[in-house]
RNA sequence: CUCGUCGCAGGC
């Protein structure tokens, strides 16, 4: 079983959800893992609606769900398309009972997709663990729902609480600023990055482009992409909108065209 | 052997 399941996972973690599938229907035998890791490979595949269809055979089977599921449906359900709220109240009632720092992290992280951030803030009350990613989600989901002034206070009480935060709790923190135009407190949360050496990756360093950008300093975007080595699609989308913003749209084509040259192809 | 948190733009 364990070989089967590993090379199940194996072409769903490469994308192929077919042969997956296959390996899966002629197993000799399946466990828990199994049913776990197909309805895993459909939901990182972006396949919300058959990690659905598995569990629900799953279920029919007589296998009993256990946490590493619940996260899996709780990730489908997230990057779903659609949903209907009763298959919302079904999968919450049960992540509800789990009692598991993971599976209300996932759960919180729901509620803040689809808006109901009032809810994503009771179930992080709850969790009496709490841990750096809890933190993420929540200061996360504030600044998502375009609520930077809680992101920031949260901010204040993670650090109060003695919590060390790490590139991903920044990245929120950034995005907090741009969304309020604060210059000085987005200077303030880059310097709070250099002193406490947090990790500067693509993801943080577009974040700091587009705050530059949106508080009315484009030279420190322009900076800050020119020391950018390894350029993606949404580090170019933000230097182009950063210079549009500031009416440069000749500049910007000059950007747009140059995006080829790196490789990267434009959305 | 399977599991939770992050950026730009666009669409609506």
């Avoid at 199940?8 to 035998?29: I, N, R, T």
């Avoid at 619940?70 to 919450?92: F, K, N, W, Y």
């Avoid at 206070?153 to 935060?165: D, S, T, W």
Wanted: glycine share 6%; proline share 2%.
């Amino acid at each position: 079983v364990v070989s089967w399941n590993t090379l199940m996972s194996a072409y769903a973690k490469a994308g192929d959800m077919g042969v997956a599938q296959e390996l899966f229907d002629g197993m000799p035998e399946r466990n828990l893992v199994s049913w776990n890791a197909l309805i895993a490979g459909y939901a990182q595949n972006g396949q919300s609606e058959k990690a659905f269809s598995i569990f629900s055979q799953m279920l029919a089977s007589g296998a009993r769900p256990d946490n590493t599921t619940l996260l899996s449906i709780l990730s489908a359900c997230t990057h779903a398309h659609s949903l209907d709220d009763s298959m919302v109240e079904q999968i919450t009632s049960l992540a509800r009972s789990a009692n598991s720092v993971s599976v209300s992290t996932a759960l919180l992280n729901l509620y803040a997709k689809i808006g109901r951030i009032k809810e994503a803030k009771e179930i992080f009350d709850r969790i009496p663990e709490k841990d750096l990613v809890t933190w993420n989600a929540m200061i996360a989901a504030y600044s998502q729902n375009r609520r930077p002034v809680e992101a920031i206070e949260l901010f204040r009480v993670m650090q109060a609480m003695g919590f060390k935060p790490d590139s991903i709790t920044m990245v929120s923190l950034i995005g907090s600023c741009s969304q309020m135009g604060a210059l000085g407190l987005g200077e303030w949360v880059h310097a709070y990055i250099r002193k406490n050496s947090i990790e500067l990756d693509v993801y943080l360093i577009t974040a700091l482009i587009d705050m530059y950008a949106k508080c009315g300093n484009l030279d420190r975007s322009h900076l800050l992409f020119s020391e950018l080595h390894w350029k993606d699609l949404a580090s170019w989308n933000a230097m182009i909108n950063a210079l549009a913003i500031h009416g440069k749209g000749d500049e910007a084509l000059k950007i747009f065209s140059s995006m080829d040259l790196d490789g990267v192809l434009p959305n």
